[in-house]
């Protein structure tokens, strides 16, 4: 067995996957439906070795992760791995531009590296409306033991995958996006896939505990509490931040938080509570934070969340910050790489949009709705396959014009420094997350975006992080260092949308073609479309 281990690291080594000094862990997971009673009702869910969620991973920073995927279902299939940066790898960010999909009774083997990366992610399922059938689970990535953790080592550290829930099934979800139409309004909120009161998180009184909390719903923000009990925020998205109090956080859609909670009240048990945002119709969902000397259990109506003011989400969303004195991944300070002294070489604005195209409902990046092709767009970069897709088939700022159907890829170079600004002129907040990188959030605030709004920026302590709201009639500004070459997802975390074309591919090239910029591709990578046939390695 041993030796069979050696033997597959060598190889990997070999072909360059993956750093053989780091060590690796070892997954298997079989994806197969299964009955679910999330609210009370049965479902079919979408299951990993028979859980909903699914497994955790829990790693080390630099680690490698060897994760096989046996596809049970009877469709085609990918994970995709929220914040994890996939380093030099966009091959495995098992999106549909990247991969191609596992068909249904066959397998794939991920292998992919957390480098240089520590916090709280999540993976889910990409393909079709999967993701409305469960198919996620949590990621931690734990610092090495060589590097200082800003804050003592937590007597526990729970993950809360939290988000809204629909009783139709992904495939009826879907149907409805199919036939132009929309969702409707979600059913219920679960936390670890279930309604209210189905999770119990016990504690010792006096000790402190870490939560990672991550929206992994389709449609809504959520607010977090934790009745009778303050938050210590430690980390967002794989960066530390400065360690501010919170009675509650707005957690957007495709967002992660770490808060630290100390159980400093009465013996008794309390409401952890989720709730919508910004809706105008509050679903909840709670769990019990249970002391292991409590006799008594949660009592009284639990803690109501903010009202539905913007301003609010907003300042709270200003205050978080990284703390650059603390390590990140390295022993290094985070604040020791000056982002706010980099010259910007580029501005790109996104608008996001609601069009009728074609008759149907459609979602759009600067009018372009964003359409699969045929072949995944890094797989025909590589085989160099024409007619795929086509560079520059989406402009860097909003057109204000009708809408179109693209198969949109907007072309960057390695090692440029990029300002992106989202603005969003509709009524509902967004959420984006940019696939193989973190970018520093600048600023965000009302009104349209002009080149005066860069007075605003944070250019000292602005959070890094990977995936942003931006509030109705509001921008949001990033700066991010285009460090990492491949084909990566842009897209909105609302799955409607996100399905409907609101995202779209940067492709960061670099001309060297060394594996010291990106990686071959896998020697087991999966071919279809325009790719079928080809071979990985010459013979
Ligand atoms: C996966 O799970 C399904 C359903 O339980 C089972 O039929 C199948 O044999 C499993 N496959 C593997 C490779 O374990
Ligand atoms: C699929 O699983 C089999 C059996 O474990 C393994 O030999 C094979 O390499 C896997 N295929 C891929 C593409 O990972
Ligand atoms: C920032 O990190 C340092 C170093 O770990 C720590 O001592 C300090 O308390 C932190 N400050 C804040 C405000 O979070
Ligand atoms: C979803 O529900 C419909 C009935 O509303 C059913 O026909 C279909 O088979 C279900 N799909 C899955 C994947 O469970
Ligand atoms: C950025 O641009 C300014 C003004 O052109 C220049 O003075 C400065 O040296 C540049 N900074 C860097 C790091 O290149």
Known sequence: MTSVVILAVTVLVILGFANGEDPYRFFTWNVSYGDIYPLGVKQQGILINGQFPGPQIETVTNENLIVSVFNSLDEPFLLSWNGIQQRRNSWQDGVYGTNCPIPPGQNFTYILQVKDQIGSFFYFPSLAFHKAAGGFGGIKIFSRSVIPVPFPPPAGDYTILAGDWFRQNHTDLKANLDNGLNLPFPDGLLINGRGSNGNTFTVDQGK?????????????????????????????????????????????????????????????????????????????????????????????????????EIDWSLNQARSIRQNLTASGPRPNPQGSYHYGLVNTTRTIRLANSARSINGKQRYAVNSVSFIPADTPLKLADHFNIQGVFSLGSIPDSPTGSGGYLQTSVMAADFRSFVEIVFENSEDTVQSWHIDGHIFFVMGMDGGQWSPASRSSYNLRDAISRCTIQVYPGSWTALYMPLDNVGMWNVRSENWARQYLGQQFYLRVYSPANSWRDEYPIPKNALLCGRASGRKTRPL
Do not use: W
């Open 208 to 308: 402190t505990y870490r939560f990672r909390i991550s929206n992994v719903g389709l449609m809504t923000s959520i607010n977090f509490r934790i009745q009778g009990h303050k938050m210590l925020l430690v980390e967002v998205e794989g960066t530390h931040t400065l360690q501010n109090t919170y009675e509650s956080l707005d957690i957007h859609l495709g967002q992660s938080y770490s808060v630290l909670v100390t159980c400093d009240q009465p013996a008794q048990d309390y409401y952890i509570v989720v709730s919508t945002r910004f809706t105008s119709q509050v679903l909840t969902a709670t769990s019990i934070l249970h002391y292991s000397n409590s006799a008594l259990s949660a009592s009284g109506p639990p803690p109501g969340g903010p009202t539905t």
